[in-house]
């Protein structure tokens, strides 16, 4: 156990819809980030969080958003939602600060999207 | 950019040591080169982090040469239970950016 929690563990919707994904850091980490899983595209690094500022930006769509809030908990917000959106969805969290990209990161177990 | 490359897979037999190497041009001076290791339907765990030169743990060994354009992740006497996918983690500081290699699927085979 990571100490990182995710919620829901699955998620079945349907194309052009609106979903919300949830992550929890471990206890003291004020760093959070959000990667993508799919078979054909591996691991994509899509966005991180520092204390609730932005820190770092990868290959998150436009239909995609994220926060994190005064409680460190963040939340992915993916919108019309495509058939190539089904993934795994990771959220991990690091004590790393804003002057240290990556670091040790602690993986939460992941969000299963199906989109049909 | 900061792309990191690996082999696809590999095979072992159980207690032999394995070297998985990973390629990662254009990384910055001052970032760290992180493994990771992924189990089906889990999150990766971090397995070890360098800057330079060597660094070993309970888990692992990290060999980093002077140029740090790749990294070699040793795995001493694998068994069954190390048959994973296994990540380095490239990562792209003046453009805010981290790639994960295409990862290693790593077979022990008994």
């Known amino acids: 156990d990571s100490g990182v929690t995710q919620t829901p563990k699955h998620l079945i919707t349907a194309t052009g819809q609106r979903v919300t994904l949830r992550c929890s850091p471990r206890?003291?980490?004020?760093?959070v980030y959000w990667y993508q899983q799919s078979l054909d595209q591996g691991l994509q690094f899509l966005i991180q969080?520092?204390?609730?500022?932005?820190?770092a930006k990868g290959n998150i769509l436009e239909r995609f958003s994220a926060q994190q809030f005064p409680d460190l908990h963040s939340e992915l917000n993916l919108s019309s939602l495509e058939l190539g959106d089904s993934a795994l969805y990771f959220c991990?969290?690091?004590?790393?600060?804003?002057?240290?990209?990556?670091?040790?990161?602690?993986f939460g177990p992941g969000t299963r999207l199906t989109v049909l | 950019l900061a792309k990191t490359t690996q082999p696809i897979s590999m095979d072992s037999y159980e207690g032999q040591e394995v070297n998985i190497t990973c390629s990662h041009n254009?990384?910055?001076?001052?970032?760290?080169i992180t493994w990771y290791q992924q189990f089906p339907s889990q999150g990766p765990r971090f397995i070890i982090q360098?800057?330079?030169t060597k660094v070993t743990n309970e888990v692992a060994s990290l060999f980093i040469p002077a140029d740090r354009k790749s990294s070699t992740l040793s795995l001493p006497r694998v068994s069954l239970s190390d048959t994973a996918v296994y990540y380095c983690?490239?990562?792209?500081?003046?453009?805010?950016?981290?790639?994960f290699g295409t990862g290693t699927r790593l077979t022990v085979i008994p």
């Open positions: 969080y520092y204390n609730g500022e932005e820190r």
């Open positions: 254009n990384i910055a001076t001052n970032d760290y």
């Open positions: 983690l490239g990562v792209q500081t003046g453009a805010n950016n981290l790639f």
């Open positions: 991990a969290s690091s004590v790393a600060g804003a002057a240290s990209l990556g670091g040790e990161q602690f």
């Open positions: 206890s003291g980490d004020l760093s």
């Open positions: 360098g800057y330079k």
